[in-house]
């Protein structure tokens, strides 16, 4: 993750043990312990963030296609919209993976960095978070455009390392 | 952060009873920060939109929005149209011939998206109010 990313007031740690449930688009409950076993990737996005469809394709394509049948599980989940409009997303980028509503945001709030003045659903577009096969946290970095290119590479680079343990 | 206001300038500010002319309406957007354009590179984005409210006094056509700025993003295929700093977008506007003389304000409205390099901020609308004067 960015040296920024480790300078952040945050509600978890690298390494601790994360679950959460939150309705599909379809509708049906989905928890992260559902893909124990799996390495998951969680992406937090609106869909009027423009860097989040700029990254879109590459989620389907470059991390999706490329790894679910290795272990890797994709997750998207939008922050704080109705369902219309993420299917609308969803249909744009055919993502075929999952896609979450966090429609109330405690989700949101208990991944986003606390920042006095940044409101947590604010703070949480555009960010990646890499559990393992035991639901533990193992990398985490929020948006920094700065940082574009070389966090599209670290995931895929965490991916593949946590494949390997 | 909250999405900060934009400044909203304009001139000229005074006009003559029947008077058919353009207005420049100034956006000042904060340092730092671009807005989605009119026509924004994606159809789920936000687009910059701007209206004035016709009064009795004063009536306004469509407005004219400047050429965008093209911002790739890094190794994506996308290439954002944005608005920063300084944008200005004109507006034909039509003075009625018998409009009142003297100081009058207009309303508008200005909604847009807007982000830095490290936050997507959440679309806004402003109100904001125009001091003029017909002469």
């Known amino acids: 993750m960015s040296e920024e990313a480790t300078s952040l007031k945050l509600s978890f740690k690298l390494g601790e043990k994360l679950d959460f449930s939150l309705s599909d688009i379809e509708g049906k409950n989905i928890s992260l312990s559902d893909y124990r076993g799996k390495v998951i990737l969680a992406f937090f996005f609106t869909t009027w963030c423009p860097y989040c469809s700029a990254e879109a394709p590459y989620l389907e394509k470059e991390v999706w296609q490329k790894f679910k049948n290795k272990g890797v599980q994709v997750l ?5 919209e109705t369902k219309e409009l993420v299917e609308k997303m969803r249909k744009k980028f055919n993502w075929t993976f999952p896609v979450l509503l966090d429609t109330d945001g405690r989700v949101t709030k208990k991944f986003a960095p606390e920042k006095e003045g940044l409101s947590p659903e604010v703070a949480i577009i555009n960010s990646h978070f890499i559990l393992d096969s035991e639901l533990r946290l193992r990398y985490y970095e929020y ?23 | 952060m909250e999405t900060p206001d934009i400044k909203v300038e304009w001139d000229p500010k005074k006009f003559t009873e029947g008077e058919k002319s353009t207005i420049e309406i100034h956006l000042e957007i904060p340092e730092g920060i671009h807005i989605q354009a009119h026509k924004p590179a ?7 939109n701007i209206s ?36 200005n977008i004109q507006f034909p506007i039509q003075v009625a011939k018998n409009a009142k003389v003297g100081k009058h304000t207009i309303e508008g409205r200005l909604s847009f998206q807007g982000c830095t390099d490290q936050l997507c901020l959440p679309p806004k609308e402003q109100v904001f109010v125009l001091d003029t004067e017909i002469i």
């Open chain 2, 42 to 48: 994606e159809d789920l984005l936000i687009p910059t």
């Open chain 1, 76 to 80: 998207a989940i939008d922050v704080l």
């Open chain 2, 52 to 87: 004035l409210k016709d009064s009795g006094n004063v009536s306004f056509g469509q407005p004219v929005y400047p050429e965008p700025k093209r911002l790739p993003v890094s190794w994506s295929q996308v290439t954002l149209l944005v608005y920063e700093g300084l944008v």
């Open chain 1, 143 to 165: 948006l920094n455009m700065e940082r574009f290119d070389a966090r599209a590479r670290a995931t895929i680079k965490k991916l593949e390392e946590l494949l390997a343990e």
